[in-house]
């Protein structure tokens, strides 16, 4: 009897451990087949704070349906943590998860989901931070990760290339991107949140789309003065530009003294409302003028032109 117990008692070890390896390859298959198709991370900075919004579109890439632990990471220092999902029987709408329904431990946020066969689920998780700076490590393979950073504010990062300009809700962000990575990937976001100017990146790079161009923005964004006003190096160039004409002027008036009527007189004349209207079109590009004002002054200045050219030429023939 004692030989049998001890037979039996083997049974039981060898079914456990078995049962538990077959357990352990099941996860593990499981984890295989899960990925990420696409993660955004949208940077804003609000209020003196970092706001976050990161988006990640898992996918079952397997025939048979998985429990899976689904797992983000979040970066130290995250707080005013909220998650959310698509729903799916509406794309269009997202629904808030219940603080029960998933956890967050030691920076990694948890969340358990049933995944059919080629099932995709977007899962949208919120935080505020007081800096980025972060070494991301890739949980899962990523086939495209993008980060979006409004303009004004610079980031570094050691896997991600810089991919241009794009506007979002009238706002100009800078893309980072990347394709094709793996898991176990480490990538690095860094902020430095000294160098923040708060007020350049709430208001002056928000606008609408059609005022700068996306390939005038890019320019400008791969140019050695891209961490730098532009609208001071505007300001710049029409002061350089009206001292110019009016030094020019100062030296064309001490030549000779012309008198009116002269057609000296009237060349000069000419050139001063052509000046006007030149600065007027400015005025207006840079929106100091209304539409209406604009339309009325040019009408004027062009017709007393017209009555000056005709003039010249009269004087010209005569």
Known sequence: MNINRGKILWILILFVIISFNNTVAFKAQANENVKVEEQLVLINYVDEQFEVKELYQFINTGDESIQEDLIINLPEGADNIYLSKKDLNDEEKTIE???????????????????????????????????????MTLNYPTDKLYVFVPMGLNLKSNLLDNLGIEVLDQVHFQVFGNHNLTKRDSISLNINSMTVNSERVTKEYIGSAGFHSVSHLNRWANSPLAHTNPHLWLLFLVLLGLGFIFFSLLLLRKKEPIKVGDISYLIAKEERLLRKIMELDLNRNNKEIDKETYQELRKQYKQLLIKVKLRINSLEES
């Open 97 to 135: 998860l219940d603080s029960n329904k998933y956890t967050v431990k030691s920076n990694k946020v948890t969340i358990n989901e049933n995944m059919n066969g080629g099932q995709s689920i977007s899962l949208l998780v919120f935080y505020t931070s007081e800096n980025i700076d972060t070494l």
